[in-house]
């Protein structure tokens, strides 16, 4: 797997190359992680070279210089991974097929030319549809040369898979838009495990008890406030139900909206609002538990560029979602479907506002909700549930070529 981010790093693709090797270790095979020293968006090399985890070889290359200070300083980073990152595969043996995630965007073309040098078989993990997701959030022009120089290598990787994996319908209806062969085009979701995650108590739960939340109903956003999340229709909600005691929020994460999110709490006066950093993914299930409901937003346009992962911690902890969002993306539809929670259109706050104190009002339509969730969850959309369907994914890839070079 090539990737910037792995464990101990908290960001959710990091996550999900920990889930699913340890996996793939469990089933018998040999799995190596290319990532960086670096934590992400951190400046310096604090990680060791090369560790074992969980079974897992970790071969950890370069370094942030520069953190998340500017656009130039970040593509600095990825280019200097992007060298580091090619240098270390080509060092290391032979593997019969590679991971490429989208962080840093096009590591995919490390993918292609381990394909061509070593006969190395490459799955593109699609987390994030780059340029889509800068056109999206208004950071480059849909027509402009750039957008379109890098939207022909995005099809160039995807054309030079042999397997794409996409997050949901919403992203799988973009990639084949894009002219890709549907044949090679998989529909694997992201996943939260079911174990790792339970229900915690509001009774005995740390963090309602650190923010004295009490008996009070506690609406959270937990996770990235990326470019690509709409923050404006939560916050004016928070804004508007400052004057109800019922009520608190809770905005932990990071990210570069963050800032946005802290700034408008201290100027608006907002006692009603708590503001946390990432906790450790240890503490994951304590801190979704804390929540009575959970904010999810992606910015309208967005549905199929990205797929909150979010979600899915969101239903193994029993609690409903409140999606702000189109409705045409995956995580509206899982919502649609499961009855785990409801969808709010972008700029809605009075619906919003409204769906708010229904939970408020009725703690009966939250627990059946969050159980409707958590039963979901174990059902279809488990760690288990989507490490099988990689697994199986992956050995038809390399069973093609065997099968292709013997015939």
């Known amino acids: 797997m090539i990737n910037q981010v792995f464990y101990p790093d908290v960001a959710a693709t990091a996550q999900?190359?920990?889930?699913?090797s340890r996996s793939l270790v469990a089933s018998g095979h040999e799995v190596s992680i290319i990532a960086s020293r670096a934590l992400y968006g951190q400046k310096g090399a604090a990680l060791p070279a090369y560790e074992e985890i969980d079974g897992i070889k970790v071969h950890r290359?370069?370094?942030?210089?520069?953190?998340?200070?500017?656009?130039?300083?970040?593509?600095f980073d990825f280019a200097y991974f992007y060298f580091a990152a090619a240098v270390k595969a080509l060092i290391l043996r032979r593997h019969d097929v590679s991971i490429c995630f989208t962080t840093p965007p096009f590591i995919s073309l490390l993918g292609w030319f381990l394909r061509c040098v070593k006969g190395t078989k490459m799955v593109y993990?699609?987390?994030?549809?780059?340029?889509?997701?800068?056109?999206?959030?208004?950071v480059m022009n849909e027509g402009s040369l750039a957008t379109k120089f890098f939207e022909s290598?995005?099809?160039?990787?995807?054309?030079?898979s042999d397997a794409v994996v996409a997050l949901g319908r919403c992203?799988?209806?973009?990639?084949?838009?894009?002219?890709?062969?549907?044949?090679?085009?998989?529909?694997?979701?992201?996943w939260t495990d079911s174990e790792e995650v339970k229900p915690v108590p509001r009774s005995t739960n740390r963090y309602r008890e650190e923010w004295g939340i009490g008996d009070r109903l506690l609406v959270m956003y937990s996770g990235n406030f990326g470019l690509g999340h709409d923050v404006d229709t939560f916050l004016a909600a928070a804004e508007c139900l400052a004057e109800d005691d019922r009520i608190r929020f809770a905005f932990v994460g990071g990210g570069k909206k963050k800032s946005t999110v802290e700034a408008f709490v201290r100027d608006a006066g907002l006692a009603n609002a708590v503001l946390a950093p990432y906790q450790p993914r240890e503490q994951l299930d304590e801190l979704l538990s804390a929540g009575d409901c959970h904010l999810i937003s992606l910015l309208t346009g967005a549905e199929g560029?990205?797929?909150p992962c979010k979600l899915?911690?969101?239903?193994?902890?029993?609690?409903?979602?409140?999606f702000i969002g189109s409705s045409q993306s995956e995580i509206a539809r899982v919502i649609d479907e499961e009855g785990c929670g409801a969808t709010i259109d972008q700029g809605d706050v009075g619906a919003l506002v409204e769906a708010i104190q229904c939970y408020a009002e009725t703690p009966q339509l939250l627990q059946s909700q969050g159980n409707a969730g958590r039963d979901a969850l174990v059902?279809?959309?488990?760690a288990v549930h989507r490490c099988a369907a990689w697994e199986r994914l992956l050995h038809s890839v390399v069973n093609d070529s065997e099968q292709n070079g013997a015939e």
């Open 16 to 20: 999900h190359a920990h889930d699913l």
């Open 61 to 75: 290359v370069g370094r942030s210089f520069f953190g998340k200070s500017s656009i130039v300083a970040r593509l």
């Open 125 to 138: 993990w699609v987390m994030d549809l780059y340029p889509d997701v800068p056109v999206a959030c208004g």
């Open 153 to 160: 290598i995005n099809r160039f990787c995807l054309r030079k």
């Open 171 to 190: 992203m799988h209806e973009r990639i084949l838009r894009k002219s890709i062969d549907p044949e090679r085009v998989h529909i694997i979701g992201v």
């Open 305 to 307: 560029v990205m797929v």
């Open 312 to 322: 899915f911690g969101v239903l193994a902890a029993g609690r409903p979602a409140l």
């Open 379 to 382: 059902r279809t959309h488990a």
